[in-house]
Every structure is written in C-alpha cells, then in structure tokens.
T-cell receptor, first 115, second 111 residues
C-alpha cells in the first residue's frame, strides 16, 4: 500500500513568493496532520483535520499560513508571503481514526528553503 | 502548555552498549507513542503504551509508561549501528487527540 505522499520533496524559493505544499493521505484514513520540524523547535503540530474539517489550527504561526482539505484524499498547506524563518521540513501525517492510540503515518516531508 | 522533555538530547555510544532515553512531562496523557526518524524520512512508529506501568518489548527495545502516565522510558540493549536515529516520544491529549511531541534524542551507535 502507498504511504502518505508529499510533494514537492524539496522547494527553494525567494522570500515573498507563495509556497504550496501538497499531501495525499493513506486511503481510508480520516485524520490528517501538518507538522513543521526545525532543529530549534523540534516537531510542531500546525493544524489537524478530521473528516476533512479543520479541528485545531492553534499551531498555525501566522495569517500567512493556511491549510485546506477539499476532499479525503488531498490537502494543501500554503504560505503567502513566505519569509526566511519559514525554512523547515514540513511533514504531513494521516491516521485511521480519531482514537488516540492509533498510529500516525508520516510522509517523507518537504524540505523548504526560503532565501 | 503541555511539554515533553526528553533526555539526553544527544547520545553517542559504542556498539554493544546499553542505553536509556527518558521522556518526562508534568501532564497526564491518555497514551504515549515512541517514534524513530532517520535522515530524509518522516518519523516511524515503534510502539504505543496506554496503561500506567505498562511495559512493552520490541526485540532489543523495552518501553515503559510511568504509573501516573506522565513519563516514559526507552531502553535499548546491546545497541547496534542500525539503531542510529532521532527518537521521539509523543503524548496524546485525551481531550483533543492532539499529539505533543518531545524534544527528541539523537542517538549515534558507533561500530
């Protein structure tokens, strides 16, 4: 079975540009999570969806960040305008259900560099 | 704010040695998970512990959940170079189902 698929794997762009990160969760999973990982702050939860509905976006750093999940098989995380401090690895993860001890399955991440 | 502190932050040991990684919080979690992450990849789940005092074994890895469900430990026996990676604990908040990830322990096992 295919795991969580993220694209692109790497993105390098200049500050001020719009960045869109994409995620395809595992089929049948109804919870989706976006994380950001940096050396300084570790792995931080940005937002998560349950059944395509945003449940908690308290981790989204600023209004420049937005996330959508138009259907069960696709989600995007958008940064507009991007800034150098947004440079990080962004992970998407999905989970079968909202039951707390279910495992999250992570994609391989998008390494984002804002120049 | 819930925090999960892991110690040590970095660990470099020789093949064959034993080690223990700790994950501590002042908050109670409904369950706790341990993940291992290798460079260029996302974290991969190793184990989930649910009951206070629970002990789980995965080959040479032993995981324990504290009695009060606030802390956990990971013990590796006879470490091997293949154990090298970033180890992350993650507590699950019973009310929100959010995962709170620990600060991470970077382990390097030298051959």
């Amino acid at each position: 079975d295919a795991g969580v698929i993220q694209s692109p794997r790497h993105e390098v762009t200049e500050m001020g540009q719009e960045v869109t990160l994409r995620c395809k969760p595992i089929s049948g999973h109804n919870s989706l999570f976006w994380y950001r990982q940096t050396m300084m702050r570790g792995l931080e939860l940005l937002i998560y969806f349950n059944n395509n509905v945003p449940i908690d976006d308290s981790g989204m750093p600023e209004d420049r960040f937005s996330a959508k999940m138009p259907n069960a098989s696709f989600s995007t995380l958008k940064i507009q305008p991007s800034e150098p401090r947004d440079s990080a690895v962004y992970f998407c993860a999905s989970r079968y259900s909202q039951v707390s001890n279910q495992p999250q399955h992570f994609g391989d991440g998008t390494r984002l560099s804002i120049l | 704010t819930q925090l999960l502190e892991q110690s040590p932050q970095f660990l470099s040991i020789q093949e064959g040695e034993n080690l223990t990684v700790y994950c501590n919080s002042s908050s109670v979690f409904s369950s706790l998970q341990w993940y291992r992450q290798e460079p260029g990849e996302g974290p991969v789940l190793l184990v989930t512990v649910v009951t206070g005092g629970e002990v789980k074994k995965l080959k040479r890895l032993t995981f324990q959940f504290g009695d009060a469900r606030k802390d956990s430990s990971l013990h590796i026996t006879a470490a091997q170079p293949g154990d090298t990676g970033l180890y992350l604990c993650a507590g699950v908040d019973s009310g929100t189902y959010k995962y709170i990830f620990g600060t991470g322990t970077r382990l390097k096992v030298l051959a």
